[in-house]
T-cell receptor
Framework: GEDVEQSLFLSVREGDSSVINCTYT??????LYWYKQEPGAGLQLLTY?????DMKQDQRLTVLLNKKDKHLSLRIADTQTGDSAIYFC?????????????FGAGTQVVVTP | GAVVSQHPSRVICKSGTSVKIECRSL??????MFWYRQFPKQSLMLMAT?????????EQGVEKDKFLINHASLTLSTLTVTSAHPEDSSFYIC????????????FGSGTRLTVV
């Protein structure tokens, strides 16, 4: 099975908060990432968190990391229609530039008016 | 900063021909770049790690003779799909990461390859 798991779909109303969850299995992960992919486009790095952090906030985005449970979440406050996309979490096991990323399957977020 | 440019964004080719995809780091040097393949509604699958000045490292199950990778400079890696077949049709994405703290992996905009 995959090392990184995500729920596949999330529907949220415009203006509400979205929470996307991710679990990983490798306790040696050093960085955990959230990427956004819009249809036909590449991946846009939203934010990342170092494994010794519990939380990171960047404007409307809040990342929570529970190392004990190997659980990562991304909260999007005041969700807008432009937030509709697929969101991937990913982990890497090294800080070096040649480290590999392991991706989850992606969560399709649909924002309804 | 940390921009990765990928070209072309879309290409259609005939079966049996070869297609080259370029990946450039515009404002940083990348000794290592990564090539991914993404099937519709699926996650990214790492194909190979491209190393500047040396051979690429391919993931298990990826044919190195089919997917030729050249990383001749610190800012350019190319992926050539040789003797393309319809089953090679896919979305190919490259990525790189600037060295140092405070940077994540940056991805190109992807190349949609259609083999007819």
């Amino acid at each position: 099975g995959e090392d990184v798991e995500q729920s596949l779909f999330l529907s949220v109303r415009e203006g509400d908060s979205s929470v996307i969850n991710c679990t990983y299995t490798d306790s040696s992960s050093t960085y955990l990432y959230w990427y956004k992919q819009e249809p036909g486009a590449g991946l846009q790095l939203l934010t990342y968190i170092f494994s010794n952090m519990d939380m990171k906030q960047d404007q409307r985005l809040t990342v929570l990391l529970n190392k004990k449970d190997k659980h990562l979440s991304l909260r999007i406050a005041d969700t807008q229609t432009g937030d509709s996309a697929i969101y991937f979490c990913a982990e890497s096991m090294t800080t070096d530039s040649w480290g590999k990323l392991q991706f989850g399957a992606g969560t399709q977020v649909v924002v309804t008016p | 900063g940390a921009v990765v440019s990928q070209h072309p964004s879309r290409v259609i080719c005939k079966s049996g021909t070869s297609v080259k995809i370029e990946c450039r780091s515009l404002d940083f040097q990348a000794t290592t770049m990564f090539w991914y393949r993404q099937f519709p509604k699926q996650s990214l699958m790492l194909m190979a790690t491209s190393n500047e000045g040396s051979k690429a490292t391919y993931e298990q199950g990826v044919e190195k003779d089919k997917f030729l990778i050249n990383h001749a400079s610190l800012t350019l890696s190319t992926l050539t799909v040789t003797s393309a077949h319809p089953e090679d049709s896919s979305f190919y994405i490259c990525s790189a990461k600037p060295s140092g703290e405070g940077y994540g992996y940056t991805f190109g905009s992807g190349t949609r390859l259609t083999v007819v």
